[in-house]
């Protein structure tokens, strides 16, 4: 019975060594809505969120910081400041082309990258990438956030030129504008979410109206 119950032990304790923990860490700053900075093992790191591109707070260039951007951090400092996390890797790669950690963060139990997406305050990012353990859960998240019109995916308040339902169709889009090609591009497009594509457009009229020309590879 002794032998059993040793052997069954050894058993358990091999598999927990083979399950990949990454850990608790305290969060020492939050930079902004998809950037934070934690203590790893006695060492401060930064970590940039999976799967999340909030719009620019801290950019060096201010023309590049919006609104949103600042909702979006404030929403992410509430959120984590002195909290402890929980982080998790995409498969074996830990690092990006920065040398950051990029990471899932998961704060109570939650995990703090889909929560950005279903507040609205983030699309699903696949430049690089879907997610593989959470790609369900993020294209989830962004539908409800579209379709409730939440933060980035809101309507332009104001605006009665359009019938009801036209304005809910046509203003479930949304549209970045590279402030330095001028042009326009919609969800979809590679260049979406490209450094310098910080103006947002809720129809293509106001991108229009405001000196931009649409993507001729996206064809908003």
């Not at 809910?168 to 490209?194: P, Q």
Request: proline share 3%; glycine share 8%.
């Amino acid at each position: 019975m002794k032998k059993k119950i040793v052997a069954y032990t050894v058993l358990v304790i091999a598999v927990l060594c083979s399950i990949s923990f990454a850990g608790e860490y305290k969060v020492l700053r939050v930079v902004d809505g998809d950037t934070i900075d934690i203590d790893y093992n006695g060492h401060k790191e930064r970590v940039r969120l999976l799967c999340v591109n909030t719009p620019e707070s801290v950019h060096p260039n201010r023309a590049k910081n919006t609104p949103m951007g600042k909702t979006a951090s404030k929403y992410a400092k509430k959120a984590l400041t002195g909290k402890t996390v929980d982080i998790e890797f995409e498969g074996n790669k830990q690092r990006g082309r920065y040398k950051r950690l990029l990471a899932y963060v998961f704060v109570d139990g939650r995990n703090f990258n889909v929560e950005l997406v279903k507040k609205g305050l983030s699309p699903y990012y696949t430049k690089y990438g879907a997610s593989k353990a959470y790609d369900r859960e993020f294209k989830i998240a962004e539908q409800r956030a579209k379709k409730q019109h939440l933060n980035i995916w809101s309507r332009k308040s104001g605006d009665t030129t359009r019938s009801p339902g036209l304005t809910a169709a046509l203003d479930t889009n949304i549209y970045h504008g590279n402030i330095d090609s001028k042009i326009f591009h919609s969800s979809g497009c590679r260049y979406f979410n490209g450094k310098n594509c910080t103006k947002v457009f809720h129809s293509k009229n106001k991108a229009r109206q405001a000196g931009f020309r649409p993507c001729k590879i996206c064809r908003p």
